[in-house]
């Protein structure tokens, strides 16, 4: 059974000022999404799940099913990331606005996926090499169970010239195993090299160019999503009243490593990130994006 590819699509880029997933930025208008397709279908992906919002989903589907030809021997499936789709007993708090973050947004494609998968965001471009990478290690005969796989990236290359970003920082060990996973929401450029962030106490923590971190490139199987569930729903117990609390997939991660539960193998890639934050990075996942094709990586006018 070849790998499913489940897109995270539902957010409502707060921080850039629109829906970043539908932002051209190709050449040719192409968006960060049509790259994902494009690479996921190459490597050997024959089903794409997209999570998305009911307020946008629409005009999502029609952008999405504008290009036939991008979505040719593909499967293709969209799931509705609900604020009141929650486990039995819980109900959303009158006054939120949103749903419950990437735990729950992955748990909510329970119902769909039925095979090895693999997780990215909408608005992240990982590069032709992560693609791959995702799809060697699901077909691969020892991918049963919680066995799980990461593509990891370098911090230096992911973070923003314009401002703060959020990354899941990873500690690998000798074996090349996830060994644990911090989640840092406000990451920016250090100017003796590398990444700080304040620490909740105020201190200021350090972390190198080459640390290794997580872009939400995950490679998971069926057997996640009970996890998930027991997660989230205690999650929810402590924070079901929140207005903007959110269950993060990294945290969830990180909580069935620390107890043994699952085992992730990291898996690096060379290949070149870009995203965008801001509308200020805009510019330079453009000429990121140019390059590629001026370089022979894509086609000019795939989904275009």
Same mark, same amino acid.
């Given at each position: 059974?070849?790998?499913?590819?489940?897109?995270?699509?539902?957010? #409502?880029?707060?921080?850039?000022?629109?829906?970043?997933?539908?932002?051209?930025?190709?050449?040719?208008?192409?968006?960060?999404?049509?790259?994902?397709?494009?690479?996921?279908?190459?490597?050997?992906?024959?089903?794409?799940?997209?999570?998305?919002?009911?307020?946008?989903?629409?005009?999502?589907? &029609?952008?999405?099913?504008?290009?036939?030809?991008?979505? &040719?021997?593909?499967?293709?499936?969209?799931?509705?990331?609900?604020?009141?789709?929650?486990?039995?007993?819980?109900?959303?708090?009158?006054?939120?606005?949103?749903?419950?973050?990437?735990?729950?947004?992955?748990?909510?494609?329970?119902?769909? *996926?039925?095979?090895?998968?693999?997780?990215?965001?909408?608005?992240?471009?990982?590069?032709?090499?992560?693609?791959?990478?995702?799809?060697?290690?699901?077909?691969?005969?020892?991918?049963?169970?919680?066995?799980?796989?990461? *593509?990891?990236?370098?911090?230096?290359?992911?973070?923003?010239?314009?401002?703060?970003?959020?990354?899941?920082?990873?500690?690998?060990?000798?074996?090349?195993?996830?060994?644990?996973? $911090?989640?840092?929401?406000?990451?920016?450029?250090?100017?003796?090299?590398?990444?700080? /962030?304040?620490?909740?106490?105020?201190?200021?923590?350090?972390?190198?160019?080459?640390?290794?971190?997580? #872009?939400?490139?995950?490679?998971?199987?069926?057997? *996640?999503?009970?996890?998930?569930?027991?997660?989230?729903?205690?999650?929810?117990?402590?924070?079901? #009243?929140?207005?903007?609390? $959110?269950?993060?997939?990294?945290? *969830?991660?990180?909580?069935?490593?620390?107890?043994?539960?699952?085992?992730?193998?990291?898996?690096?890639?060379?290949?070149?990130?870009?995203?965008?934050?801001?509308? $200020?990075?805009?510019?330079?996942?453009? /000429?990121?994006?140019?390059?590629?094709?001026?370089?022979?990586?894509?086609?000019?006018?795939?989904?275009?």
């Amino acid at each position: 059974m070849s790998p499913a590819l489940v897109i995270l699509a539902a957010g #409502m880029g707060s921080r850039y000022g629109g829906l970043k997933q539908m932002d051209p930025v190709g050449p040719q208008g192409q968006t960060i999404l049509d790259y994902s397709i494009y690479d996921a279908h190459r490597a050997g992906f024959d089903s794409i799940v997209f999570i998305i919002r009911r307020e946008f989903a629409d005009a999502f589907r &029609a952008r999405i099913q504008s290009h036939p030809a991008a979505l &040719a021997g593909l499967s293709v499936h969209y799931v509705l990331q609900e604020m009141s789709g929650l486990p039995t007993g819980f109900q959303p708090p009158p006054r939120r606005e949103k749903p419950w973050g990437t735990a729950h947004a992955v748990w909510s494609t329970r119902h769909v *996926v039925r095979s090895p998968f693999a997780v990215v965001n909408a608005d992240d471009f990982y590069g032709a090499d992560a693609f791959r990478k995702l799809a060697e290690f699901l077909r691969a005969s020892q991918v049963q169970g919680h066995d799980y796989g990461l *593509v990891g990236y370098q911090l230096g290359q992911t973070l923003s010239a314009h401002g703060t970003v959020a990354r899941g920082v990873c500690k690998v060990d000798g074996q090349g195993f996830l060994a644990s996973i $911090e989640e840092q929401t406000a990451l920016e450029p250090d100017p003796a090299g590398g990444a700080r /962030a304040k620490r909740p106490d105020g201190s200021i923590a350090h972390f190198p160019a080459d640390t290794v971190v997580s #872009m939400n490139c995950w490679a998971l199987t069926p057997a *996640v999503f009970q996890s998930l569930e027991s997660q989230f729903i205690t999650f929810l117990r402590l924070h079901s #009243m929140d207005l903007k609390g $959110e269950c993060y997939l990294p945290a *969830v991660i990180g909580k069935l490593l620390a107890s043994g539960a699952v085992r992730v193998r990291v898996l690096p890639t060379d290949a070149r990130w870009c995203g965008i934050t801001y509308q $200020e990075d805009r510019a330079s996942v453009q /000429a990121t994006l140019k390059a590629l094709h001026d370089a022979g990586e894509y086609p000019n006018n795939f989904a275009a």
